[in-house]
């Protein structure tokens, strides 16, 4: 762990707009995430957050704007280019293969050889020693994903994201389809990353999820930012208003006039 | 207990670990127990036997990849109880078969301030699910002892202070909690529990007048008296966060004005610390300590000073021969309890200073006074056993 969180960001983006024919996705959109630092991205649905990831894991790339990285602009063009970078993705599918085992899910594509052949051995004591850096309840890497629950099936899929050693961490609404149990491990994980001074963005509709293990909240609405929030300073409610927009409708803006009119008569 | 090295102590350590294999993932086949101990699956077979002829787990006929296995499951011949312990930010749930022999547990985090429903939901919905995954039934669980930081009205039942845990006013937790559960459930103030747990399990073994402190992101104090928690005439005894250091001071959550709390806990050392280190967290705080972070290393020295003078206090009224830190500070060890020892033997009386043994908590902070609701739900069980014995009944 670092000795001061003064320093620069390890993602930035400032300025950030993309646009699909006649619709504006993003726009002007300013983004940040601390080393060590766990930043929720919460908006209504079509407020652009799924834009917004795909922007940063290198799907899509921004029309205007510019993208910072460990201090120094870069121009995300490929997911394969986002990875090399250090930016990991755990999509919300997860996109695991059923049938094959932890380890090979693990190292599914970058698989380790040894003279010309797979070298399970070395591939099964790393994916150990990335569950157990995680603190991972799995009882075999030899069983098949399709018999694991479904925390333990997120702990896998963000096992994999580790092995590139990334820098930021970003999970696609990793708590939706989980119980309560496997949801507790998912944000015990969350904090985990946390401490070992990843920084990590977390899309989630839950707000209790939010405000447990995140440190600043950025609300998007309508492809625009709305707000950021540090959760020690907010409310659920402050954070709900600015994603639906309950703060600037045209009901709370003429009651706004009226009270600022009879302030000066 | 065999001699080291020998055959004997070899299978003995195969046992262990076995159980805590079981112990830590649930109910297993003997392949998978195989897998995550390194053991051969004919070991394996042949300690599950063991076992299973002592009566310390229980076998069920099973089927893993299509073929017929046997599934492994701690025995709880006495039924389960179990323990839902509330932290400012997080919420822990055990569920085990006596005061130490834990049979699984989980944390998770919880939003500051949360609501109180919130909070029951999820540690009741947590030890449905545990309970489940550990291959028993919700009726296995006899007795669950529950945790709150904050002063518990024994007359009334609800928390003592409106500001203290403000989500939580009002509330009937025990009725709550016991609704949910479906079964018995005892309410204690988290300190007093963590002061049990030590009292049974720990650093207070077999002291009659000891105090246990308690600094996490409040303080409070849980005392021992004759060799039991002492909760006062209405349960709010040792609320030692909230006695008034400074009459001038900033004003703290209960309402008063400089109280131990406003200068030694989370809020005041995060906000001390927060021009030059940012937003950290109580975890941050204490891991950058450990690591030799200057700054946060003088905060936290000069709470160890400001416990160790309301401590002093406590050390004047109750002449105990053991005060215990626990709590997420005490992690620190020798760096808060130095200046507590000091503070101590500056503001107490002599006598009464130069007796007492200041000393760190033996039991981990997170479990503390987990194992402490454990053996309240213990003690019940075992009344309930005997009184059934008494009127006859099996």
């Known amino acids: ?265 | 207990m065999p001699a080291p090295g020998s055959q004997a102590s070899l299978r003995e350590m195969n046992r262990l670990r076995v159980l805590d294999t079981v112990r830590e993932h649930g109910a297993l086949t003997q392949v998978e127990i195989a897998g995550v101990t390194g053991l051969s699956a004919a070991t394996v077979s042949n300690v599950v036997k063991e076992l299973d002829s002592a009566g310390a787990v229980i076998l069920s006929p099973s089927i893993r990849n299509g073929r017929r296995a046997v599934r492994v499951s701690l025995a709880a011949s006495t039924g389960l109880i179990g323990a839902v312990v509330f932290g400012d930010r997080d919420v822990r749930v055990v569920i085990g078969t006596g005061g130490k022999e834990i049979v699984a547990q989980k944390r998770m985090p919880l939003p500051a301030d949360h609501a109180a429903d919130e909070g029951i939901d999820r540690g009741a919905r947590l030890i449905h699910e545990l309970i489940a995954h550990s291959g028993h039934m919700p009726s296995d669980v006899r007795a669950v002892g529950v945790g709150l930081p904050a002063p518990i009205d024994t007359v009334t039942g609800l928390v003592g202070s409106n500001g203290i845990l403000p989500g939580w006013r009002g509330v009937d937790v025990r009725a709550v909690m016991q609704e949910a559960l479906g079964t018995q459930v005892l309410l204690d103030n988290t300190a007093n529990l963590a002061a049990l747990g030590e009292a049974k399990f720990g650093a207070l073994q077999g002291v009659s007048t000891g105090v246990f402190i308690k600094a996490s992101y409040g303080v409070g104090a849980g005392l021992i008296l004759g060799g039991e928690v002492f909760r006062g005439s209405a349960g709010t005894a040792g609320e030692i966060g909230h006695v008034t250091i400074d009459e001038n001071g900033p004003v703290c959550r209960c309402g008063n004005r400089g109280c131990l709390d406003t200068f030694v806990g989370a809020q005041a050392v995060l906000t001390a610390l927060r021009a030059t280190h940012g937003s950290l967290t109580l975890r941050d705080v204490i891991s950058r300590a450990l690591d030799g972070d200057a700054g946060c290393r003088r905060v936290l020295e000069d709470s160890g000073r400001h416990v160790g003078v309301a401590v002093a206090g406590v050390v004047n009224l109750l002449n105990p021969e053991v005060v215990v830190l626990g709590g997420q500070v005490s992690r620190l060890g020798e760096i808060v309890l130095q200046p507590m020892r000091e503070a101590i033997e500056r503001c107490a009386i002599p006598s009464a200073a130069a007796t007492v043994d200041v000393r760190v908590g033996v039991l981990d902070p997170d479990v503390a006074d987990a194992v402490g609701a454990l053996a309240l739900a213990d003690q019940v069980r075992e009344d309930a056993d005997r009184a059934a014995l008494l009127v006859g009944q099996p």
């Open chain 1, 1 to 265: 762990m670092t000795t001061t969180t003064t320093a620069a960001p390890v993602l930035s983006m400032t300025g950030v707009s993309k646009r699909f024919g006649a619709v504006q996705a993003l726009k002007d959109i300013e983004f940040s995430v601390d080393a060590g630092e766990v930043v929720a991205l919460v908006g209504d649905n079509g407020a652009g957050k799924s834009t917004l990831v795909k922007t940063i894991a290198g799907v899509y790339t921004p029309d205007e704007g510019q993208v910072n990285f460990a201090g120094s602009p870069v121009s995300i063009g490929s997911p394969a280019e986002a990875q090399e970078l250090g930016i990991a993705t755990v999509f919300q599918d997860l996109a695991l293969c059923d049938n094959l085992d932890v380890v090979g899910n693990l190292f599914l594509g970058s698989e380790l050889l040894h003279k010309g052949a797979l070298d399970e051995v070395t591939m099964e004591k790393e994916s150990w020693r990335l569950l157990r850096e995680l603190s991972a309840k799995i009882p075999s890497v030899r069983i098949a994903v399709a018999s694991l629950s479904g925390g333990q099936r997120q702990t896998v899929a963000i096992a994999r994201s580790l092995l590139g050693k990334p820098k930021v961490v970003m999970l696609d609404e990793p708590t939706a389809a989980l119980g309560v149990a496997q949801t507790a491990e998912v944000l015990n994980l969350v904090e985990r990353l946390r401490e070992n001074g990843l920084g990590v963005i977390l899309i989630s509709h839950n707000m209790s999820d939010v405000m447990a293990v995140a440190d600043r909240v950025v609300v998007l609405r309508l492809g625009r930012n709305n707000g950021v929030f540090r959760v020690a300073e907010t409310t659920n409610q402050e954070i709900i208003a600015a994603i639906t927009g309950a703060t600037t409708n045209a009901v709370s803006a003429r009651a706004a006039r009226k009270a600022h009119q009879e302030d000066q008569p």
